[in-house]
Every structure is written in structure tokens, then in C-alpha cells.
DNA sequence: AACTGTGAAGATCTTCACAGCA
DNA sequence: TGCTGTGAAGATCTTCACAGTT
């Protein structure tokens, strides 16, 4: 099996549902505009329609922080940001590691979404030696010999693979063994961890695969369905939560 | 709202889950490897342990193609593989378009697993005209005025949004005024799109944010917990699937 | 009057556990 | 005997609908 994952209730402590701690960065991105824009409240229905949900949902999921709205008034826009940065962690500085530098590590490196929420790319990683000191994103490439030592010396927890499948697996490894704990895996592969590491995969020909099932479907109701062009839209993420235990597809490979 | 997406039974006609259908890709990633060495057959524990989920989930999934297995034997990997290709519509040609070839678009224009699986790259297409004419992946980049055209000249009805934020939802809207159904969306943004059309979004920063959230809570345990470091492994696939209504999170932007 | 917070109903998904076929 | 296929139980997630608060 991918790995020794244990049943875990899936959300503890505090008992934040899976699905709402998913669906809490969408919340985040849409107060952010907002807040930009120096909008002073908003109600579920506006956050809502923003972030593309339902509004029951979102109060639902913002039930679960604490009771942060105003009735009659709405929700905050600068309390609210702050309180879900809190509770995503992103009041902290993160260093991660990118490992796999190629066009999608680049464009990973290159992602200025980054940095703006408490993400910092401590280093990029690549085994090619060629690549060593080539700065990327103005940041210089350092050879995966390196790894262990930069982990370290970084103290970096979250991990991201962007390298070819064949390589994930040992690059994990030596990730986890170095103290990594979270990986963000790029790489069409599935990988086995230890218990307490969790990972996220993204994988595009998943999703292409996905987008091609629902295609299929749509051709074959034209040409069928007597009960009229049957409305089907619809706006999946790309990312949701599986269950706890075993993995789930996802987007895109290196 | 993301965009007038309507309450659709989420699983039609054969009645395949949504759960199970977003599953599919990784059973057949896991047999086609199998079939590349030959395996004749697999059992459905095997099996699961290739696609890291569990064997129970597995046999259920499979049960919503049909019988396929054979009792105190298991599957018949090549059977398997083509009828899990059927059900995905791999077996026909999908012609795909990318939009914006920055890093992230040339990443997924160079992505081999893509062409492997029915999905053919068919044009790519950037606002820049220097790039214009520059091959990426061995295409030569098109212009956006083409668009339109290439869309229709191709019978593309699959599209690639790799742009930055800010033109995605522009080019989203070409896209589905040409005929596109079915986008794949990296820009971190919500799109909205009519109904009958259907968007699955991959957003690392979002990604990022939910690894950040366990960590967190993983620091935080360590010092509280009483009962012992408790197992809290995890992999979740950054790509599960949400309600059919409302959008969901994802993994990464250009 | 407007809008949040939430119990309860409903829908979906997962897991168990075992009947039943090869 | 070995392993699939599946009813039923359980867990999670979503949505409704309305009581409660400002």
C-alpha cells in the first residue's frame, strides 16, 4: 500500500472537518481581494459567491472557527483573514524546499502566491549538476547532495517534489529521513511515507482524465437524453480531501 | 458563485460516483503499470496497495463498472485496463489546448503522460507575440488572436488555463464561446462559467496552505498530547472532488 | 429587517463483513 | 479455499430552514 497511514479521525482536536480546512485558503484568497479593495464587511452570501460556494457552507465552515460574524451585519474582512491565517498557519514563516527543477519546478519557484502567505522557498533542489548554482526565480540551484544539510540547517518541515516519477519515491525518503513532514507531490507517482507525514498530490493527467469521463458523458446525453439539454455544469476542485486513509488523485507531474 | 452551475445529481446516467470516477485514473495508473510487466492478473488487495487505497473502496469502485473480476482469482489486468479506459473515454482522441505558455505552460506541454492517454496537445497559445512562432515542446506557440480559431479548426472541447490570474476568467470566456466544455484551471482564481461546462482547478498555494494547517497542528501536539506521539499519517490527493455544487480548492497557479 | 449560527435532514462516501462463485 | 461483489452500518459532508441577535 502507499503507506503506513493510519486511521486517523481525520480531523482532530479542535475538530476542524477536512472539507472546511480545504475550502478555508478559497475564504482566504476571496477576503484578501476584499480586503484590498478596502471593503470593511461582508456577508456569507457576498464572501460566498466570491469564493465560489454555497453560503450555508461557508457559515457552516466558519462556525467551526469560533463565531466571528455580526448578525444583521456580516463578517469583518480584516478580523476574518486573521483569524483563518491563524488557523491555517500562515501566521508563521514556512521554508520549503523545491526538489525536481525543471519547467514545473521553475514555474513553482516563480509563483509569487508564494511568498506572499508565509511560504518561503528556503531552496531549490535539482541532481543535476549542470544546474548548481544557475539561479532560478533569483534564487541559485543547489545539487540534491545537499539535501540533508539544507533541510536541516533550514529547518524545513514542507517539501515539494517536482521531479520526474522514477525519482520521487527515494527523494521522499531522503526528505522525510531528513525531518520533512509534509509533502506536496507533483511527481505521477504514489508515495509511501511513514505515519505522521502527510502528503497532497497534484497530478494533471488525473485531472485531464477526470475532464475526459465528464466530457464523454456530456457527448453522449446530446445525442440520447429526450428530456432536454439537462443542465451539467459544474465546478469541481481540482482538490478536495479524500478520506483520511488512502490517496486520491490529483494534478500534474513534472 | 463561481458561476451558474446547477445541482446535477453529480453522478448520471451508469451512475458512477464521483468518488469512484475521480479514482479511476490512479487504478489505471497502477494496472498499466502492472501491464507493462506483464502481470496477467491482480488481486483487488494487490491492486489497492499499487494505487494506495484500500481493497474494500477498490472492489466497490470497481463494482460500479461491472463484474470484472473473477472470484478466488482477481482481475485480468489488460481487461481491466481497457474497460477503465472505456469509462474514462480514453479510448478517443482528446485534443487539448494550452493557454499560457509561461513555466507552468510549458511544464504541462512537456508532460509525456499526457499524449500517452488519449489527450493530444493541439495548440499552444500565448498573449505574448514575441513568443509566437517559438516551438515549446516541439509546437510552435500561437497567438491568442488565433484562439478561436483553433479551438474550432481542432474540435478542441478540453482547455488549459495557465495564465496569470488576471487572464483567466477573459480567456476562460473565449474558450467557451469557441466551444470548449471542460477547462482545467491553474490560475488561482474562481471562474465562472456557464452552465453545462465543467472546471477543475489545481492551486498549489492552496495546497501549500492545507500542509500548513496539519503541521501546524503536528507542533502543536507534540508538546500537548499525553497519550503518546499518536500516528497522524495522511495522503490526501490534492484533487478529490467536492460537492457537485460550489467550488473546491486546488493546487497551483502560473 | 438583515444576516449569522446551527440543529436536523439528506446525500455521499467509506468500511465492514460475509454470502456466493470459481 | 481464495477472492470478488455487495448489503448494511458508519462516517462525513452538504443543504435546509429557522431560531436568535444586532
Do not use: H, W
Given at each position: 500500500m502507499a503507506t503506513g497511514r493510519t486511521h486517523r479521525p481525520a480531523t482532530r482536536s479542535r475538530g476542524i472537518p477536512e472539507a472546511t480546512v480545504a475550502r478555508l485558503p478559497l475564504y482566504l484568497r476571496a477576503l484578501t481581494a476584499l480586503s484590498e479593495r478596502s471593503v470593511p464587511t461582508v456577508s456569507s452570501e457576498e464572501l460566498a459567491a466570491a469564493a465560489g460556494v454555497n453560503s450555508a457552507k461557508l457559515r457552516k465552515d466558519f462556525s467551526y472557527l469560533g463565531s466571528y460574524g455580526t448578525r444583521g451585519v456580516g463578517y469583518d474582512v480584516e478580523y476574518l483573514v486573521y483569524q483563518i491565517s491563524r488557523e491555517l498557519g500562515l501566521t508563521q514563516d514556512w521554508p520549503v524546499?523545491?526538489?525536481?527543477?525543471?519547467?514545473?519546478?521553475?514555474?513553482?519557484?516563480?509563483?509569487?502566491?508564494?511568498?506572499?502567505?508565509?511560504?518561503?522557498?528556503?531552496?531549490?533542489?535539482?541532481?543535476?549538476?549542470?544546474m548548481a548554482g544557475k539561479p532560478v526565480a533569483g534564487i541559485p540551484v543547489q545539487h540534491s547532495d545537499e539535501l540533508e544539510k539544507i533541510i536541516k540547517d533550514n529547518g524545513v518541515s514542507?517539501?515539494?517534489?517536482?521531479?520526474?516519477?522514477?525519482?520521487?519515491?527515494?527523494?521522499?525518503?531522503?526528505?522525510?529521513?531528513?525531518?520533512?513532514?509534509?509533502i506536496l507531490n507533483f511527481a505521477p507517482t504514489v508515495l509511501t511515507v511513514p505515519d505522521?507525514?502527510?502528503v497532497r498530490k497534484v497530478d494533471l493527467s488525473i485531472e485531464l482524465q477526470i475532464l475526459a469521463f465528464h466530457e464523454?458523458?456530456?457527448?453522449?446525453?446530446?445525442?440520447?437524453?429526450?428530456?432536454?439539454?439537462?443542465?451539467?455544469a459544474t465546478t469541481r476542485n481540482a482538490a478536495g480531501d479524500q478520506g483520511p486513509d488512502g490517496d486520491v488523485p490529483a494534478?500534474?507531474?513534472?
Open positions: 524546499v523545491i526538489v525536481g527543477i525543471g519547467n514545473l519546478g521553475a514555474a513553482l519557484a516563480n509563483y509569487g502566491g508564494f511568498a506572499s502567505r508565509g511560504f518561503r522557498v528556503a531552496a531549490l533542489i535539482d541532481a543535476d549538476p549542470a514542507i517539501g515539494v517534489i517536482a521531479t520526474p516519477a522514477g525519482a520521487a519515491q527515494p527523494v521522499c525518503d531522503r526528505l522525510v529521513a531528513a525531518g520533512v513532514t509534509s505522521g507525514v502527510d464523454q458523458r456530456k457527448a453522449g446525453e446530446e445525442t440520447a437524453a429526450g428530456d432536454g439539454a439537462l443542465p451539467a494534478v500534474m507531474p513534472a
